[in-house]
């Protein structure tokens, strides 16, 4: 079979530019209203993307800052999508740092179940500084601590999932019998961090389980991802640097005993589009005479831990000396070793870094008409640059119906993006293979397995 190109949407409220939720081109839809996201999940589904992304954010704002996504819980929201769509993924992001468990996994299994096996669980450390507070701590959890949990928490999530068969149900009512009880056990799993008995209270879903996406880019993180991930969410602003990563996974991937094919490399691309390269460009200008200095200063304040930027000059040159060590930021290390290195490198001044960081946030911004737009996505897909996108429109719905109505038939005709759905899982889209069904009794040594071999790695 011909590899083809995978496509998400990044759905956030009004569209990924700070000024987006001013934009006349963007939904006026309340950013609680659900009709606003089931508005774009449906434009994507019949574009025939492979699913819808939702990230998430521990803190609310402060200091008056301006907050225009995030306002409703992922996994709630995601299942009311699932309600209006049919066939679409559903990937929703979930702290393994602040989350339980038992919870989690039930809830996930749940949108498994509710969906028909369209789900997807983000699994993030959660970066946010101050997000800890949110959570009864009295500080935020460091950046190696974090991965160290994850690790235990998947394996504890994922040796749940494995404890309540489905086909434990046998709802005889004939015979008067609801449950194969043999096949149920409980996981008994204790880790360093993460306890939990079992059994789940929700048999295994109809994926088996729920898809693995990771977005984390340090070192911990990409090691975590090339084990445990299925799609992996990446930021890279250049094909170079999308190409290395790229390689990297895959081969520490084959590491662990996986094909390079069990994982599929999602960069995000925020494209502005236009009849004209010019009119293209004029709609990054016009969403950046909608924001503010004070609103992107305080998102590279959070981007960076938290550290004050207000005394550095706006139109010089950026040095080394106006960031902190990003080696000792606990909060998004990789992404903040990014900004710093590509500020450097392209002689960036802070008023320069905060508008390119308005819109893409690090990931590949492009400006241009439909066709250069989907000679960009083939040129990265065919270069060994990525699997597909995660699309991010600056504006939704405007451009997002740009992207769907212009760029996805010109994919289409180069033979890189299917016509129709061929699956009715997020599995399915993703090409992945199909989950043996759970084992009975297997889930007590898998789990002690499992997690014997996080804690090391």
């Known amino acids: 079979m011909t590899r083809q190109l995978h496509l998400n949407l990044f759905l956030m409220s009004r569209g990924h530019h700070e000024g987006a939720w001013r934009h006349p081109g963007a939904n006026p839809k309340a950013l609680t209203d659900l009709d606003l996201y089931v508005d774009a999940a449906r434009i994507a589904e019949a574009a025939k993307f492979d699913a819808v992304f939702l990230a998430d954010s521990l803190v609310g704002p402060e200091n008056g800052q301006v907050i225009s996504s995030g306002m409703l819980e992922p996994l709630v929201l995601l299942t009311a999508l699932a309600l209006k769509t049919e066939r679409i993924g559903l990937i929703g992001t979930a702290s393994t740092t602040y989350s339980q468990a038992y919870t989690l996994a039930r809830q996930f299994a749940s949108l498994d179940h509710i969906s028909k096996g369209r789900a997807g669980w983000n699994i993030v450390t959660s970066w946010a500084p101050r997000a800890g507070a949110n959570y009864g701590r009295s500080e935020d959890v460091e950046h190696g601590d974090r991965y160290r949990i994850a690790e235990e928490f998947v394996a504890a999530v994922d040796a749940l999932w494995r404890s309540f068969p489905a086909s434990a149900i046998l709802d005889d009512a004939a015979a008067g019998q609801f449950l194969d009880a043999a096949q149920i056990r409980p996981v008994d799993f204790n880790g360093s961090h993460i306890r939990t008995r079992g059994p789940l209270n929700v048999p295994s879903s109809p994926q088996g389980r729920p898809l693995y996406v990771q977005a984390g880019q340090s070192e911990a993180g990409r090691a975590f991802a090339a084990k445990r991930a299925e799609a992996i969410f990446t930021a890279h602003g250049s094909r170079e640097s999308a190409q290395a990563f790229y390689a990297d996974i895959k081969g520490q991937a084959q590491q662990w005993g996986r094909r390079p094919e069990d994982i599929v490399i999602l960069p995000g691309i925020s494209a502005a589009i236009g009849s004209t390269t010019y009119e293209a460009q004029q709609v990054w200008e016009e969403l950046d005479s909608l924001t503010s200095i004070e609103v992107g200063l305080g998102r590279l304040s959070a981007r960076f831990g938290g550290h004050d930027f207000s005394g550095v000059a706006l139109d010089r040159k950026l040095t080394r000396d106006d960031f902190p060590d990003p080696n000792l930021v ?113 889930q007590p040594a898998a789990a002690a397995l499992a997690a014997s071999e996080l804690v090391q790695a």
Do not use: C
């Not at 490198?345 to 893409?360: C, F, H, M, N, T």
């Not at 212009?406 to 033979?415: A, C, H, M, T, Y």
């Open 330 to 442: 606990e909060a998004s290390r990789s992404r903040v070793i990014g900004y710093v290195d590509t500020s450097l490198r392209e002689g960036l001044s802070l008023r320069q870094l905060l508008k390119r960081l308005a819109g893409a946030r690090g990931h590949l911004a492009v400006a241009g008409t439909p066709e250069q737009v989907a000679d960009t996505i083939e040129d990265w897909f065919r270069s060994g640059a990525a699997d597909g996108f995660n699309v991010m429109p600056p504006v939704i719905n405007q451009q997002f119906e740009l992207f769907t109505s212009e760029v996805v038939p010109i994919l289409r005709k180069r033979g890189l993006f299917r016509h129709e759905y061929e699956s009715h899982t997020l599995r399915g889209h993703f090409g992945l293979e199909e989950l043996a069904p759970a084992q009975a009794g297997a």
